[in-house]
Each structure stands twice: as structure tokens, then as C-alpha cells.
């Protein structure tokens, strides 16, 4: 029976070239999206000709009922669940600090941070060797901005993803001896839409020469980062991050 993997905000981006990549590895997936269900379809059926099995679900990630929604979905469509991709997360226009409003910082928390942890709990729930489940793994897509503070430009995004950081760290270390293994990835300047969605759609162009490999990365590199995360050669391995970042 093949392995089940969830990757949350898979309709485009870092999380549908993990879709693919992981259905190339044998997993049967679940795509999911907040709104947009003809990208997902678009993904599930790239997955279907790779010969794998996917069923897409819209689900916001950020919303409790939501999630539960999603994972009872999986439990009743797909069966056991092996792998969750925390990927999905919101990024909006650049700003500076001093003008952010709560309404703002709020959304952004509650998207990048709190449908982690709803994800992750969920997860926990049915790979827990304490809860009869069999083990499993979890990796979060973090950001090189949780190192970098992103001034000037997204401060709220980037403390969202140093929260994340701390998450994977704790989240590992709890459930360790669960059977359960969760890592992280950092992303850098990757030419994914989300640039689109903060303002500057060329944003990785402008910034390229600066980083010491002197390009954009591709989200298939972070693709293959999280498929080493989630495969049985990084076994030994939880509670790290992998750097995508071309060097900053």
C-alpha cells in the first residue's frame, strides 16, 4: 500500500512541486487549497499521470473546523496518513512596522503559525505510536526569513517563520519517542507567485546577484530538500533544518 502525504498549499509554488515530487517517490497525495480548486485539480491530475494516487480538498488551514474537515477527509478517502507538509502560508504587501495594523499581523499569525499547529495536532493524533498509529513524519516550510527579519519589507512574515523554527524544534523533541520525526526547511529567494502576492512580483530578479550563488532558486530544489526529510535516509534526523537558500 503506498504512503500518504499531505501538503498543505499545494495548488501552486514550493507545495505543488512537492506534490509531484513526492508522487514521483510512490506516495499517494492530498493536494489542498484555500480557494483556488482548478489549480489543485491541475496538480492532482499532473500527480494522476505520473501513475500516483490524489484527491484534492479546500481547506483553510487557519480555520479549526477546516482542518479537522481535511484530515477526516483523508482518514475516510486515503487511510493511514504517514506524511504532513506544513506549507501553506500568507504573504502580503511590503510594509514597514510602524504601519501594520493588528487586523494584519493577525491574519498572518493565525495563517503561517496557527494552521501549523492545527495541522500538526491533527497529525500527531494519527502517527503517534501513543495513539496506535505506526510513526510518521512532519516537515514545516519555514523561510530564511526567520534568520534575516526581512526590515523594511514583511517583519510579520518573517516573525512568523521564527516562530515556526521554534515550533519544529519543540514539536520534535515531544513527540521523538512517538515514532514521529519533524524537521524543517528554510526557503530563500525562490521564484514561486507569493512575490506576486507581497507586492513586487520580480522581487527574486532584484535580489539574485546579491546571494552568494547569484540566482533564484527553483521550487523544485526545496522539493527535494523536503523529499530527503521525509524519506528513510534522513532517519536519523529531526528536529534540523535544511537551508534552500543559494547561500544567505
Known amino acids: 500500500m503506498k504512503k500518504v502525504a499531505l501538503i498543505t498549499g499545494s495548488s501552486r ?10 508522487a514521483s517517490e510512490g506516495y499517494a497525495i492530498c493536494v489542498n487549497c484555500v480557494k483556488d480548486q482548478k ?11 505520473l501513475g500516483s494516487n490524489a484527491i484534492a480538498i479546500q481547506a483553510d488551514v487557519s480555520v479549526e473546523d477546516d482542518v479537522k ?5 483523508i482518514d475516510r478517502e486515503m487511510g493511514q496518513l504517514d506524511v504532513l507538509v506544513n506549507n501553506a502560508g500568507i504573504l502580503m504587501p511590503q510594509i514597514r512596522v510602524e504601519s501594520m495594523t493588528a ?3 493577525n491574519r ?9 499547529f492545527l495541522c500538526s ?5 494519527r502517527m503517534s505510536t501513543k495513539h496506535a498509529g505506526t510513526g510518521g513524519v512532519i516537515v514545516n516550510v519555514s523561510s530564511a526569513a526567520a534568520r534575516l527579519g526581512s526590515g ?4 510579520d512574515y518573517a516573525a512568523s517563520k521564527g516562530a515556526i523554527d521554534t515550533f519544529t524544534i519543540g514539536l520534535a523533541t ?18 514561486t507567485d507569493i512575490h506576486a502576492d507581497g507586492g513586487e512580483p520580480d522581487r527574486v530578479d532584484r535580489i539574485k546577484h546579491q546571494l552568494p550563488l547569484r540566482r533564484g532558486g527553483q521550487a523544485k530544489e526545496v522539493a527535494a530538500a523536503i523529499a530527503w526529510l521525509v524519506s528513510d535516509e534522513s532517519s536519523y534526523t529531526t528536529g534540523a533544518f535544511i537551508e534552500v537558500s543559494g547561500g544567505r
Open 174 to 191: 515531544e513527540v521523538a519517542a512517538e515514532g514521529i520525526r519533524v524537521n524543517g526547511v528554510r526557503p530563500g529567494f525562490i521564484y
Open 13 to 22: 509554488g514550493i507545495g505543488a512541486a512537492t506534490a509531484l515530487r513526492l
Open 152 to 155: 523594511g519589507e514583511y517583519v
Open 69 to 73: 474537515r481535511l484530515f477526516e477527509a
Open 108 to 116: 498572518i499569525l493565525t495563517t503561517n503559525v496557527t494552521g501549523y
Open 121 to 125: 495536532r491533527e497529525a500527531v493524533k
Open 39 to 49: 489549480l489543485a485539480d491541475e496538480v492532482v491530475a499532473g500527480i494522476t499521470a
Open 103 to 105: 487586523e494584519r499581523i
